[in-house]
C-alpha cells in the first residue's frame, strides 16, 4: 500500500527548499560578496578584480571584497571557492588556467561541475625575445630556429603554464625545435630573458608592456589571429604561422550548484561595471579586449577548453617533472 503521508511530507519538503532556494535568490545579495583571486597580490588579474569589485560593490548595495589566496598553481583558492556554499557569496576570478589543471594535477575538486558566471576578457599572449638574441623579429627567429635546432631557448613559468602551452604549440606550428627552460614562476625568467640567458619568453601582454616601452625586451609577436591594439606594429604570430592561436582570458566562476538566478545577477552586475569607461579603458591599455560572455556561451568555452587541453597535454606528453 502508498503510504500516501509519506509521499505529502516529501512533496511538502522539496516545495519548501525550492521556495528558500527562490526567496534566497530574489534577495541575493543581502551581505558582503568575497572574490577569491588565486593569485598573489598586485599582478594583473588582482588589479582588474579590485577595480571590478568597487564597481560592484555600489552597483549591488553591499561590500565586495577580494582575497588573494595563491599557490599550487591556482589550485588552492579554487578550492575554497568550489567547496564554499552555493549561494553566490564566495566566487572566483581566474584565468584560462582552470581548464588545463584537471590534465596535470589529482584536484580536490570537480574541474566540470563548477559554475561559469562571465567571461570578462580575453588576449593573446606576447612572444619575445632578449635584446642579446640572434635575430630582431619574428621571421628572423624561424629561420635562425630552424638552421639551429634546439640552441634557441624559450623560458616559462613552469611546466603547464600557458606561456610554456603556447611554446610547445609553437614548436608544433613552425616545426623549429627549441629549448624549454622551465622557472618556478615568472620573475625569475624575465630577469634573465632580460640579462640574454634566454632568447625567447611568451606572457601575457601587460607583464612585459613595461619592458617594451623600456626597450629590454623585443616584441617579436601576439598570439592571436589578428594584431593587439596595445601593440599595432607587432605582428600576429599567425602572419607567419597562420594555423597559430591560443588565447588568454579571465572570468568569473561560483560553486557547484549555485542557483541560475544568483548566477544571472552577477553576470548582470559584473558585465554592468565593464561597461565602465575608466575600467574599459585600462583593461584596453593592458591589451585586454572585453568579451563578457554571459553564462551559457561562457559555459560553452569553459566545456571546450577542458577538452581541447585534455587532447593536447596527452598528444604532447605533458608530464609535471
Not at 150 to 166: D, F, R, T, W
Not at 283 to 309: C, H, M, Q, R, Y
Request: charged share 15%.
Amino acid at each position: 500500500m502508498i503510504n500516501r503521508t509519506y509521499f505529502s511530507q516529501l512533496a511538502l519538503g522539496i516545495f519548501l527548499a525550492l521556495a528558500m532556494v527562490s526567496l534566497s535568490a530574489s534577495e541575493f545579495p543581502a551581505k558582503p560578496i568575497k572574490i577569491i583571486v588565486p593569485f598573489s597580490p598586485g599582478g594583473g588579474s588582482d588589479v582588474i578584480t579590485r577595480l571590478l569589485a568597487e564597481k560592484m560593490s555600489a552597483d549591488l548595495g553591499v561590500s565586495v571584497l577580494v582575497e588573494n589566496k595563491p599557490g599550487a598553481s591556482s589550485i588552492i583558492g579554487t578550492d575554497v571557492m568550489a567547496k564554499s556554499a552555493p549561494d553566490g557569496y564566495t566566487i572566483l576570478m581566474t584565468n584560462r588556467a582552470i581548464t588545463v589543471n584537471p590534465w596535470l594535477f589529482k584536484l580536490p575538486y570537480d574541474t566540470a561541475k563548477i559554475t561559469p558566471v562571465i567571461q570578462l576578457v580575453s588576449s593573446p599572449l606576447l612572444l619575445v625575445s632578449s635584446t642579446k638574441a640572434p635575430f630582431k623579429n619574428l621571421n628572423e627567429m624561424i629561420a635562425y630556429a630552424k638552421s639551429n635546432p634546439n640552441k634557441v631557448s624559450v623560458g616559462n613559468s613552469g611546466v603547464g603554464q600557458l606561456p610554456h602551452l603556447a611554446a610547445v604549440l609553437f614548436e608544433k606550428s613552425s616545426g623549429v625545435e627549441l629549448t624549454m627552460v622551465n622557472y618556478k614562476g615568472s620573475g625569475s625568467s624575465v630577469t634573465d630573458l632580460i640579462g640574454g640567458q634566454i632568447d625567447l619568453s611568451f606572457g601575457t601582454v601587460p607583464s612585459f608592456m613595461q619592458q617594451i616601452k623600456n626597450k629590454t625586451l623585443i616584441p617579436l609577436g601576439v598570439s592571436s589571429t589578428t594584431r593587439n591594439a596595445a601593440l599595432p606594429t607587432v605582428p600576429s604570430i599567425s602572419e607567419a604561422l597562420p594555423t597559430y592561436e591560443l588565447l588568454s582570458w579571465f572570468g568569473f566562476f561560483a560553486p557547484p550548484n549555485t542557483p541560475k538566478p544568483v548566477v544571472d545577477k552577477l553576470y548582470h552586475s559584473i558585465s554592468r561595471a565593464l561597461t565602465n569607461p575608466e575600467l574599459k579603458a585600462r583593461l584596453n591599455d593592458e591589451g585586454l579586449d572585453i568579451t563578457a560572455l554571459d553564462p551559457e556561451k561562457f559555459k560553452k568555452v569553459f566545456i571546450s577548453d577542458l577538452a581541447f587541453w585534455q587532447k593536447f597535454i596527452k598528444e604532447n606528453n605533458i608530464k609535471l617533472e
